[in-house]
């Protein structure tokens, strides 16, 4: 199964954009790159995913490389209530059997 | 309004009782998830359902049952064999086919005493 590393924790100035890395080098041809953020104990939120081409919605923006090892979500103004817990996750094998495994995400923290 | 509802939000139960957590949606999404997080930890995969009557386990399914009956119902059941049952447990959901997004409930905090 594809894993994902993502950087622990994370500063950002309120108003700035936040770049989220995640790497995920063992990604298969099919699996898609899903981003979602937990805010303290609540249930995960879905943001964004995408294969291979770059995908922006009203949410944020995520950027894969053109191998596909690696990928960046960008909030592009981070607000106080942008603190939480983003998880990048591959969802694994084909469109008839996608669980989704969680890594250990990376804790977002936004300043004043 | 469509979603996905788990129930009870807190839980209290006696060590080497089993119980069940309720979780449901009329989404109608042919998938669905139990997760389980520990604090300060990522989610982790217990069973997942991608069609009725169908489950598989996931990364970490020992002391743990489910059934999928209905479409719309995948409850998991917490048995005396879970040496740590203690810990907040997510039910998701989601379509198989084409790729979107899955959709979480809020969770049930259980502590076993």
């Known amino acids: 199964d594809a894993k994902t590393t993502q950087p622990p924790s994370m500063d950002c100035a309120e108003g700035r954009a936040a770049n989220l890395p995640c790497n995920h080098s063992t990604i298969s041809g099919n699996e898609y790159v899903y981003w979602y953020r937990q805010i303290h104990s609540q249930g995960p939120q879905y943001i964004i995913h995408?294969?291979?081409n770059n995908e922006t919605n009203e949410m944020a923006s995520l950027i894969i490389t053109e191998d596909r090892k690696s990928s960046t979500l960008i909030l592009p103004h981070a607000t106080l209530r942008d603190t939480a817990v983003y998880y990048c996750i591959v969802r694994v094998g084909s469109s008839n059997t996608g669980k989704l495994i969680f890594g250990q995400g990376t804790t977002l923290q936004v300043k004043p | 309004d469509g979603g996905i509802t788990q129930s009870p939000k807190y839980l209290f139960r006696k060590e080497g009782q089993n119980v069940t957590l309720s979780c449901e949606q009329n989404?109608?999404?042919?998938?669905m998830y139990w997760y389980r997080q520990d604090p300060g930890q990522g989610l982790r995969l217990i069973y997942y359902s991608q069609i009725v009557n169908d489950f598989q386990k996931g990364d970490i399914a020992e002391g743990y049952s489910v059934s999928r009956e209905k479409k719309e119902s995948f409850p998991l059941t917490v048995t005396s064999a879970q040496k740590n049952p203690t810990a907040f447990y997510l039910c998701a959901s989601s379509r198989q086919y084409p790729h979107t997004e899955a959709f979480f409930g809020q969770g049930t905090r259980l502590t076993v005493v």
């Open positions: 995408g294969l291979k």
């Open positions: 989404l109608n999404h042919d998938a």
